[in-house]
């Protein structure tokens, strides 16, 4: 993005995929004149539709796309070293699709207002705002480790998903940092430590800043979507909790 930061954006990340999802959001975006997207990475990994996400995401204009970690692997690892959401998507894309994922930045700041990320400044790999406890429940991290993280970035806009978790904070100096929550993946379930995240709402979801006199502000949007295509690829690839996510929202209800 060259040009200058227009007052109102769209942030998404964490499509994993599901191309029924993203486009439900960019309908949306369309139809709220937005047309600049941020989109903070982890593009198609999973059992869904990455061939077809990262045609849709490539072909749009006035996306800037960050790599996330999943990105990462899709694009770098050895497809026999990788999960089994990426491979799947692997084996879906195209090469000249893995390379514009292999080509895409980390991190990124604009105009020195903004500064992107998928997981935090340094690790595409840990959560900004959120932390996994002793007893594997998830929560906000304390205030004092998110604001180590955002240490030398004095820019008014923070931008990080992986998480998956719509969330926003006010940080020291009035900067806000966002994580717009994820468009494609409403739940996940992870090894490293054993946790699980969820969101208890099926829709996809996305972020729009906007930048008035008292500096941005962050709203949520949850935009409902025929998930049904999405469930059943799901499904087919033996991905019960996917499918769970994806159809409720929930993999564990006594989460």
Not at 153 to 172: G, I, N, Q, V, W
Not at 189 to 214: F, I, K
Request: include cysteine; glycine fraction near 10%; aromatic fraction near 6%.
């Amino acid at each position: 993005m060259t040009r200058p930061i227009p007052p109102r954006l769209a942030v998404i990340a964490d499509v994993h995929g599901n191309a029924d999802a993203l486009a439900a959001v960019l309908a949306d975006i369309d139809a709220l004149g937005l047309e600049s997207i941020l989109n903070l990475g982890d593009h198609v990994s999973g059992p869904l539709a990455a061939a077809e996400t990262a045609a849709l995401l490539m072909a749009r204009e006035g996306m800037l796309c960050l790599r996330g970690n999943h990105d990462r692997w899709v694009a770098e690892l050895a497809p026999e070293a990788m999960y089994g959401s990426d491979r799947l998507a692997h084996d879906q894309l195209s090469a000249a699709q893995r390379d514009w994922l292999r080509g895409l930045p980390a991190t990124a700041t604009l105009g020195g207002e903004i500064f992107l990320c998928h997981g935090t400044p340094r690790s595409d790999l840990a959560y900004w705002m959120e932390e996994v406890r002793e007893d594997g429940r998830t929560g906000r991290r304390p205030l004092a480790g998110i604001e180590a993280e955002a240490a030398g970035l004095d820019l008014p806009l923070l931008l990080c998903a992986h998480s998956h978790t719509p969330r926003a904070l006010r940080l020291s100096g009035g900067r806000l940092l966002v994580n717009p929550g994820s468009v494609g993946c409403p739940g996940y379930v992870d090894d490293d430590p054993p946790h699980v995240m969820q969101s208890g709402l099926p829709d996809a979801c996305y972020a729009v800043l906007e930048r008035g006199a008292g500096g941005w502000r962050a709203s949520f949007r949850h935009i409902p979507y025929d998930s049904a295509r999405m469930v059943g690829l799901a499904r087919a690839a033996g991905r019960a909790e996917w499918a769970a996510a994806l159809e409720t929202g929930w993999i564990d209800r006594a989460g």
